[in-house]
């Protein structure tokens, strides 16, 4: 099937490594005007330091944030930007060990459109095992990772981005042009952790 194109919006990506297995978290960002390597590096730059600032304190010692690649989406050739994390990698700033890489908390990202084409989600691992009993996080952490994503738009602050969840299709069908729709609100529906297996050592990525 070919490409379908998303109007001044790209998709990036957060390339971390847990236990040897690479793990992803991706996002969409629109800019009126579209993206040029400037913007893609202004919003690699941003959410670095988003990152390294807001998410890792809750996160275990053993994920690591190695690389974030930015792609434009509004043409099938649009430029694709990748910019290593320094060295040596970001780590969570919980100094204790991680949950399996399976494991996860979800959040999920709200837009004031209803149904599955306008809500997005995140799936974060490195749970430290200290703040999970059983299969609940703690409250703390839960707040924390919430929060962490709550800060999204102020952090993206070096041109005027809006985070956004990208569609390309509709009831099943394709669409003829991508939607980019702004994100309103951040979710942790529950404080249950997911799984995801394809996360696991030796498989996924």
Request: net charge neutral; charged share 15%.
């Amino acid at each position: 099937m070919a490409a379908i194109p998303v109007a001044d919006t790209c998709l990036l990506e957060l390339r971390q490594v847990l236990f040897g297995q690479k793990i992803e978290n991706t996002f969409g960002f629109r800019l009126d005007g579209g993206f040029g390597t400037m913007e893609m590096t202004g919003l690699m730059n941003d959410m670095l330091l988003w990152w390294t600032t807001e998410l890792a304190p809750w996160l275990s010692a053993d994920i690591s944030l190695r690389e974030l690649v930015c792609t434009d989406l509004s043409t099938i050739t649009g430029p694709s930007v990748a910019q290593a994390a320094p060295v040596p990698n970001p780590d969570g700033g919980v100094g204790f060990g991680s949950l399996p890489g399976n494991c996860a908390l979800c959040v999920s990202f709200r837009t004031n459109l209803r149904g599955r084409s306008y809500r997005g989600r995140n799936f974060v691992a490195g749970l430290p095992e200290t703040e999970v009993t059983g299969n609940t996080v703690a409250t703390a952490t839960v707040n924390g990772i919430q929060d962490a994503y709550q800060a999204i738009p102020a952090s993206i602050s070096s041109f005027p981005f809006e985070h956004t969840v990208i569609s390309r299709f509709t009831a099943g069908a394709p669409r003829v042009a991508g939607a980019s729709t702004p994100v309103t609100s951040y979710v942790v529906v529950d404080p249950f952790v997911d799984s995801q297996r394809r996360r696991l050592t030796g498989r996924g990525l």
